[in-house]
């Protein structure tokens, strides 16, 4: 059980895997930086200079001691931080899809570009020959 775990753990898939899941976390990054810092202030500019980051519904205000400090946080519902999750996800998928696409129009390519081999046909004429031949 150990040697076959050994094997599926070093195996090509695995690591390529883990590979995957690395980019994807930084690629994740980039697109929430791209999203907050450069969209939605263009969104922003379309819808007034309203910025969706800081917009939320307040279901229960701060509470605050007599020196200021607060005792009790603020309770409210973030839709401007989803709005921007929201988003995000579009472009994600806007990306995953072009790479995809692309990928495929590569794969159609090469499949098109390969040699056709011999037909099952001529390859059994083949060995029958080759039999009537012993």
Do not use: C, H
């Not at 150990?2 to 090509?12: A, L, R, V």
């Not at 695995?14 to 980019?23: D, G």
């Not at 450069?38 to 519904?57: E, H, L, N, R």
């Amino acid at each position: 059980m150990f040697k076959e775990f050994k094997e599926f753990i070093t195996g090509g898939n695995v690591i390529e895997f883990a590979v995957a899941v690395i980019m994807a976390g930084a690629i994740g990054t980039v697109v929430k930086g791209f999203v907050s810092n450069i969209v939605m202030p263009v969104v922003g500019m379309f819808t007034g200079g309203v910025s969706f980051a800081d917009k939320k519904y307040v279901l229960s205000e701060a509470v605050a001691d007599a020196a200021g400090k607060v005792t009790t946080p603020e309770n409210a519902i973030m839709y401007g931080a989803w709005i921007d999750s929201i988003i995000n996800l579009i472009i994600v998928g806007f990306v995953m899809f072009m790479m995809i696409r692309a990928y495929n129009k590569m794969k159609k390519k090469e499949e098109e570009a390969a040699p056709a081999g011999p037909s099952q046909e001529d390859l059994l004429a083949e060995i029958r020959d080759l039999l009537a031949k012993k």
